[in-house]
């Protein structure tokens, strides 16, 4: 049965508070039991959203290293072009100076 989209267990606890039931809600026992069944709701609850994200956080990853890389590609290429600049920039001015 779902609810919101989460599965809900139907209601087995000993503990209910529907109308002719005799457990006492507030006793420890009940209490105990109903603490676990949440913390083990929670758990698969847990379980669940990681196994949903972790493969958002692994191509989140993936990408910043792919952009680091891509950054020092891009850093290199620059230096390349400044390089060739400076080049052009020397024979420019060596052929100004031999033309003179």
Do not use: Y
């Not at 809600?25 to 698969?44: G, H, V, Y």
């Not at 959203?49 to 972790?54: G, K, N, P, R, S």
Request: glycine share 4%; with cysteine.
């Amino acid at each position: 049965m779902t609810k919101l989209g989460f599965w809900v267990q139907p209601d087995t606890s000993p503990c209910s508070t529907r109308p002719g039931s005799s457990p006492n809600p507030m006793s420890t026992s009940c209490i105990t039991r109903m603490s676990k069944d949440m913390s083990d709701e929670m758990a698969r609850t847990q379980d669940g959203l990681q196994e949903a994200v972790q493969p958002i956080v692994d191509r989140v990853t993936q990408l910043s290293a792919d952009e680091s890389k891509t950054a020092a590609a891009v850093e290199g290429v620059s230096n390349d072009v400044a390089k060739i600049k400076l080049w052009i920039s020397t024979v420019d001015e060596r052929e100004i100076r031999h033309a003179r």
